[in-house]
């Protein structure tokens, strides 16, 4: 039942609107990559890890979300001016209904008051856990086609359109990087720190942690490792272009999901932390 549910749930993301730009690379014996496209990928544990992106919106994507905010707002305005008539109506002791009281008064909707979803959920990337390109040994490989453009790191969350969410949100501090067309670009290692801790834990008879406050002084619980070695080069993707991340500090994030918060470990020679202000280290070129 629990399984069936989780693909349930993933189906909903991959099929969402905001979801239909990116596609996961399927583990199939041969693969077809449009140079015309970006692509990112990542390693991480044999059990695999969710990871969501979020692509600086760019003119299509503006044009898009505001011709669609103008669409609610007009739809929201029609409804101010039934609800403000039968306001009036039973306001006026002439035409009111005996017994049904007017309520507040109806407020307005304007440009500048109206509320709507930010733009984005409308560019945000969900990866994983699921949908593999590779699995082998104690290591998943995870290939997506997206749009080029700028990513941020969201963090390890895996979320239902218009539902629940869990994972954790970089929030307080997070990174970016460019994914150009005609090319693989490689994120590194995603590390949840405390599974991290554990299997070294289990491998040396030690203690594990169930606690992100149990961690070392200055880990978080998401961390990226560029370092690390991940699987050979796979034969599928011939000579496609393939290039690490370059990482930029991208400060920041509002909490879109009302998920756990946290900030991503600092990463040297890209950022490091002075209390709650991340500190580029990187000069700002990429």
Not at 39 to 56: A, F, H, N, Q, S
Not at 80 to 105: F, H, N
């Amino acid at each position: 039942m629990i399984a069936r549910l989780f693909l349930a749930a993933l189906a909903a993301v991959l099929l969402s609107p905001a979801m239909a730009v990116a596609q996961p690379v399927m583990d199939k014996p041969t693969i077809t990559l449009d140079p015309a496209k970006a692509y990112v990928l990542y390693t991480t544990y044999k059990g695999g890890m969710p990871i969501e992106l979020i692509r600086d919106p760019n003119a299509d994507d503006l044009a898009t979300y505001k011709a669609a905010r103008d669409k609610a707002l007009a739809k929201a305005h029609r409804k101010y001016l039934s609800k403000l008539k039968d306001w009036r109506m039973q306001s006026d002791p002439k035409t009111a209904i005996p017994g049904v009281p007017a309520g507040e008064k109806p407020v307005e909707p304007t440009e500048a008051t109206f509320a709507f979803h930010p733009i984005e959920l409308d560019t945000m990337v969900a990866i994983g856990p699921l949908n593999r390109f590779s699995k082998a040994g104690e290591q998943s490989v995870y290939l997506q086609e997206v749009v080029p453009g700028t990513y941020t790191v969201y963090g390890p969350i895996f979320a239902i359109p218009n539902g629940a969410a869990t994972g954790t949100c970089m929030c307080m501090g997070t990174v970016k990087f460019k994914a150009e067309a005609g090319a693989i670009t490689d994120m590194g290692f995603m590390v949840g720190t405390i599974v991290e801790a554990n299997l070294k834990a289990k491998a040396s008879g030690g203690t594990q942690i169930r606690d992100p406050l149990e961690l070392p002084e200055g880990i978080t619980t998401f961390a990226i490792d560029q370092k690390r070695a991940g699987q050979a080069s796979d034969p599928r993707l011939g000579t496609f272009p393939r290039r690490a991340a370059v990482y930029l500090p991208a400060g920041k994030r509002s909490n879109l999901h009302g998920v756990a918060v946290d900030r991503l470990t600092e990463m040297p020679g890209v950022f490091r932390y002075e209390r709650d202000k991340q500190i580029d280290l990187t000069g700002g070129a990429q």
